[in-house]
């Protein structure tokens, strides 16, 4: 499945992420560790399934460029309007070329594994249709649909109990897990201090 499958990562300008942090990083540490986590994801696609195409949807030049340099390919959006609507966009890019699998992934995951995504493949694999690697807030941290419009994306507030109810309306055949690193992005003060422990008592330079 991995030839027909694309890889979308939707990927804000580092000067509007990580807003939740303000509070305890400044913006250009919000900018470096946004960015940093965004290569890091770029980095391991690239180094582990080399053969999946990766597309990352967003309104940044700076943030194309850096899909480039990887081998990901670029998708603009001419205006931001939202994470639904970005991968959407991306939706239709991904059937217009062809793919038969689609899978959503944020670039602010602390650690990337093989087997953790290799698990959500081989729930595909199994029959499932729609596949979610369920936050720890009950978000979307992954999600693969099968053919890519299977469902109407619901990011935001819990978005993996509103992708479970897309699927059943749609009766389709769904399997949500629940993966150690996969639940864990860094949005919030605490996720940080998870993530890098010795924060605040390190100054990160996160590259």
């Known amino acids: 499945m991995?030839?027909?499958?694309?890889?979308?990562?939707?990927?804000?300008a580092p000067s509007r992420a990580k807003q939740r942090l303000m509070g305890v990083l400044n913006i250009s540490q919000r900018e470096a560790l946004a960015l940093s986590l965004y290569r890091q994801t770029l980095r391991f696609f690239a180094q582990h399934y080399p053969q999946v195409n990766c597309l990352v949807v967003t309104n940044s030049l700076k943030i194309a460029d850096i899909a480039s340099s990887f081998g990901?390919?670029?998708?603009i959006e001419r205006q931001a309007k939202g994470l639904n609507a970005a991968?959407?966009?991306?939706?239709?890019w991904s059937?217009?070329?062809?793919?038969?699998?689609?899978?959503v992934v944020p670039a602010d995951i602390a650690k990337l594994n093989c087997c953790e995504i290799d698990a959500l493949f081989q729930a595909v694999q199994a029959g499932n249709q729609v596949v979610i690697a369920r936050a720890k807030d009950l978000g979307t941290n992954a999600l693969i649909t099968t053919p890519p419009n299977a469902i109407e994306f619901q990011y935001g507030s819990q978005s993996a109990l509103a992708h479970v109810q897309q699927a059943h309306i749609n009766g389709l055949k769904v399997e949500v897990l629940d993966l150690r690193d996969l639940s864990?992005?860094?949005?919030l003060p605490k996720d940080l201090i998870?993530?890098?422990?010795?924060?605040?008592?390190?100054?990160y330079c996160y590259e």
């Not at 991995?2 to 804000?12: F, S, Y």
């Not at 864990?184 to 949005?187: L, M, Y």
């Open 194 to 203: 998870k993530a890098f422990p010795d924060y605040p008592n390190k100054e």
């Open 95 to 103: 059937l217009k070329l062809g793919y038969q699998f689609q899978m």
């Open 184 to 187: 864990q992005d860094i949005d």
């Open 87 to 92: 991968v959407e966009l991306a939706t239709h």
């Open 72 to 75: 990901a390919s670029p998708l």
């Open 2 to 12: 991995l030839d027909k499958l694309n890889i979308v990562i939707p990927m804000k």
